[in-house]
């Protein structure tokens, strides 16, 4: 499609001078030029003749003298050399490192664009909120006195195949404030009284990450969890229990969910 930006050699609104003659240029017309040719990008000057902006990238000035296209040409190749840094693109994975002041990356992945000002990329627009949903069901795994991950060999949702089903670990994909929360079912029949957690961390261990119950009186036994963490990508999530009975509890269902609020 061709963008056309006639030139109106009647119109009096302002005039251009010079020694071969008077043409009369309208104001608009000439911004609006311009602005096509910022609106695509770096363009090519050597062309001005036909008063039109074209798919093809050209500023042309039609009924211009000789002089007049010289120096229109001059602006357009002012404009055309500073038209300001093209925006890389690709997975939050391959962009590449801080350093160069005045960049710009666009994640495909996360629907973001990024700032380099020298240091640190910075979150300036855009956001895909992830998802990611990670269960087991009859697969009676027993935990017993140790801090064990909990195997989650079926995945529900995980838009960008973070969880390794291998190891049963979420890799943080961004910087950013997550949301995470399991369940877990538990055998019935375990005396009451015996303590047990359930936690998700980058670790299998005890701490203000990791919550502890204790077995109720009644037949059935389950654990809730909830963490809101900052995590850094790269980070390895783990579902993980523990059960202070000798003879273990055994988990008949199990679910992790990690949900991304808000990058850094």
Known sequence: MAFRNRINTRHPRQKYRNRRGEVRVIIEDYTNAINRLNHTGRQSANTIADGTVTDAAYLRIKNLSSDAQSQFAAIAAQIAANAGPAIASGTLANRPAPGTVGRYFLATDFNQLFYDNGAEWKSIGGHRQTFAKMRQSAVAQNIAQAFTTIILPTVDDDPGANFTTATSTYTVPTDGIYLCNARVRYHDLVPQGISYGLGINTSN?????????????LYRQGASYLRIANLTTG??????????????????????????????
């Open 205 to 217: 261990l005890d701490g203000t990450f990791f919550q502890w119950y204790l077995t109720n009186p």
């Open 235 to 264: 980070d390895q999530l783990r579902l993980y229990s523990y059960f202070d009975y000798s003879s273990g509890g055994t988990i008949f269902n199990a679910e992790m969910n990690v949900f991304l609020l808000a990058q850094n």
